[in-house]
């Protein structure tokens, strides 16, 4: 069975191997075949607005520094125009990870040069945004005035409709709720005017959180609800998150704690591909919020004081108003008042400094000059109206006038006609007297036209000869055609090439992720951990479409056996040395009946050695192989046995960590290959947590110096995390890893296992 399995494998990923690298989008096609300079540009331009309109930050970072590097590294000059653009899309990459002040400084800074009204309104629009987000709602204001100006004499009905969303949005902030519920019934009449679908979305938000203001709870339920429904069928994840917390927000105000803990956690999930330090804020916050008017004073206590941080970080006073609303509750359910207190004289001091009356006269004062430049705009139309009509009224009279003009010139030229007529005739009388005269004249043509004919044949001598020279550029023109047919040939025949190659790669990436499949579908059948009483998450994230690490485990005798392991090298190669590592951890345990740790894995070395040594595994080198890290828990006594070929795993028993290290031995071929694994065996409690992961995670380069994690950092993090919920743990990894990572690339496959006694 096993050699089927090894068989199929090999079929399948052997193919990609064949072929190379994964199929470009069309956009990187573009890329790869623009020939001049000017074209390059614009495909790296058309690119980069792809990846950050889909909110895709690492992968616009990666391009905008790419971009540059084309100019560094081809001697081009960056233009204003082209600094500009990019100064552009650097903002709205900050703004997409939550990071507006930021984000302003950069889109400011693209607008010193003016590019087109397209481009500034958005440059206008984004602004706005940031502001609104960091509480300035009178600069938020100004900057979605100005963008409408840009977009009034346009037919940007999309632009305009979010311009009211956002306009009732800042209204709202500022307590103005029955203009702002106008503003957003007027918007969505727009939408569904104009076919804006994706709009509803974020009127439906918009609207819920004026209704969970003004107490009406049910009915904010239900436009969340519809929120919801419509982001998961736009696949948007960012609106699934907002939509859950905003229920996980509506259902704790009903009383239903239980699936309002539920949403906040699922929305948590979403953290690990949305990169965005504005989400995180609100995920803390509102995790935070929870727990107070729960009154789990631990848990509030330490989301609440993540949250401060970030918000301290990022400068942004209206998360800062929210937290310290949210601890001035908590302390006061808990019987704090002293606290709850201190905390309500912080909160009503950020709160002044967002909704002072100097500010709310001036987005009250902003909000009617938006109306009445509407108006003055309503009344520019009917004016241009009345001049229309004007002017088709001044063209009809003259018109008329024309016609009577037209009318007196035909009377003239018939006048004109007639004295012509007279004169005809009088010149045919002088004509036949001049006839004579010209008859003499005739014979002396005649007697010229003999020498010009003369002088016509040595003009045809002169004329066989140019004839003779004309075929010979003839000839070489027929010669030149040829070869422009030829080339026409050559380059039909590489375009046909082209598309046979990406015919090829898509058949390529197709038995890639067929791989996955199968690799995936090994994991989920190798990992039987339910029902052995202990909670546990894992974080999978390979480098490539496939991995080189794995996971398995199963629970035998009583005892629940847990194997990560770590092959050598990654993508196509690691993921099957993983499938084969898994098929052997199946025939060792099950079919030879050993659960020992040590033995398990000398038994495995044994047998990938042995792979190795054949003839027909010959392209298997010295070194091939996998580090590994396996533990056997003994269920009912929590008595727990370790070894570990070069991996390690991490114990964390109340505030104390403890680091199990593995032998310096890997599985495979090596210079000790003969030593023995050892067996460490420790008595464990309920609540004891332990982690295992490969060295992928702690590897990864990035941080604020573009260096490795290391092993420390991840111990630190660890302790940390371990009093939380599982699937808190889990989340909180998944944040750590990816706020490490920026925008560095992935180094190596990452596995990292949790799980706790109860």
């Known amino acids: 069975m096993l050699n089927r399995i090894l068989f199929s494998l090999l079929v399948v990923l052997s193919i990609s191997t064949a072929f190379g690298k994964k199929t470009h989008q069309e956009r990187l096609v573009d890329l790869n075949t623009a020939t001049s300079q000017d074209e390059k540009i614009e495909a790296y331009f058309n690119i980069i607005k792809g990846v950050v309109n889909k909110k895709q930050s690492d992968s616009s970072a990666i391009y905008i520094e790419r971009l540059k590097g084309f100019h560094t590294k081809n001697s081009i000059p960056l233009t204003r125009e082209v600094e500009s653009r990019l100064t552009y899309y650097e903002g709205i990459m900050f703004l997409n990870k939550g990071r507006y002040h930021k984000a302003q400084n950069l889109i400011k800074k693209s607008l010193e040069t003016p590019h087109n009204d397209s481009l500034d309104a958005k440059r206008c629009f984004f602004l706005a945004l940031s502001h609104k987000k960091l509480g300035n709602y009178s600069q938020s204001v100004e900057y979605y005035i100005e963008a409408s100006k840009y977009f009034q004499n346009s037919n940007n009905h999309y632009a305009r409709v979010s311009i009211l969303i956002n306009l009732s949005n800042v209204l709202y902030k500022t307590r103005q709720d029955e203009k702002a519920l106008n503003y957003l019934s007027e918007a969505l009449k727009a939408a569904e005017e104009h076919k804006l679908t994706k709009l509803n979305r974020v009127i439906y938000t918009s609207m819920g959180n004026i209704f969970l203001e003004m107490g009406d709870y049910k009915v904010a339920l239900d436009q969340f609800d519809e929120s919801y429904n419509l982001a998961k069928e736009e696949q948007n994840l960012q609106g699934q998150f907002y939509s859950l917390i905003n229920m996980a927000d509506a259902k704790r105000r009903l009383g239903d704690e239980k699936d309002a803990l539920s949403n906040l956690q699922s929305a ?358 996998m580090d590994m890290a396996i533990l056997c828990l003994d269920l009912k006594t929590n008595k727990m046995k370790f070894s570990g070929a070069m991996n390690g795993l991490v114990i964390i028993s109340g505030e104390n960590l403890e680091e199990i290290k593995g032998d310096k031995n890997p599985i495979g071929q090596h210079i000790i290959a003969n030593h023995k694994f050892t067996m460490i065996e420790k008595q464990l409690k309920r609540g004891d947590s332990i982690y295992a992961t490969t060295d992928g995670y702690k590897d990864q380069f990035g941080g604020p110096r573009g260096k490795k994690m290391g092993k420390r950092k991840l111990h630190e993090k660890l302790l940390a995390i371990s009093s939380l919920s599982v699937p808190v743990q889990k989340a909180e990894m998944i944040s750590f890893y990816k706020n490490w990572r920026q925008y560095e690339e992935q180094v190596d496959d990452v596995c990292l296992f949790g799980m706790r006694l109860n």
């Open 268 to 625: 948590i999930l979403l953290l690990d591909t949305l990169d965005n330090v504005g989400l995180t804020e609100d995920a803390y916050w509102e995790l935070g919020n929870f727990f107070a008017h729960v009154k789990n004073r631990k848990e509030a206590e330490f989301y609440l004081s993540q949250s401060l941080t970030l918000s301290d970080s990022s400068k942004n006073n209206l998360q800062k108003r929210k937290i310290y609303q949210s601890y001035q509750v908590l302390y006061e359910k808990i019987g704090l008042y002293k606290k709850s207190l201190d905390y309500y004289k912080e909160f009503q001091k950020v709160n002044e400094e967002i909704l002072s009356s100097e500010m709310d006269l001036k987005v009250t004062q902003l909000n009617s000059e938006f109306e009445l430049d509407r108006k003055e705009r309503e009344l520019t139309i009917l004016a241009q109206e009345k001049d229309l009509k004007e002017s088709e009224y001044n063209l009809e009279k003259e018109k008329r006038e024309k016609d009577q003009v037209r009318f007196k010139f035909l009377i003239g030229i018939g006048v004109l006609l007639l004295v012509l007529v007279f004169a005809l005739a009088a010149i045919g009388i002088i004509r036949t007297k001049k006839n004579q005269v010209l008859k003499g004249k005739n014979e002396e043509l005649e007697d010229k036209k003999i020498e010009i004919e003369a002088q016509n044949r040595q003009l045809e001598d002169v004329n066989l000869k140019l004839g003779s020279t004309n075929k010979d550029l003839q000839d070489k023109n027929e010669k030149i055609e040829s070869q422009k047919e030829e080339l026409q040939v050559q380059r039909d025949l590489l375009n046909a090439t082209h598309e046979q190659l990406k015919v090829r790669n898509k058949d390529v990436t197709d038995s890639i992720h067929y791989a996955q499949k199968i690799q995936q579908a090994m994991l989920n059948s190798s990992f039987h951990i339910d029902g052995a009483g202990v909670e546990h998450f894992t974080f999978y994230k390979p480098r490539n479409i496939v991995s080189g690490d794995f996971y398995w485990s199963n629970i035998v005798n009583n005892e629940l056996i847990v194997a990560i392991g770590d092959c050598t090298g990654h993508g196509v190669p690691g993921a099957f040395m993983s499938c084969l590592g898994i098929s052997l951890l199946n025939e060792i345990i099950f079919g030879r009946e050993i659960t020992a740790p040590h033995t398990i894995l000398e038994e495995l070395r044994n047998s990938i050695i042995q792979l190795i040594s054949t003839d027909k595994n010959a392209d298997l080198q010295i070194g091939d192989g």
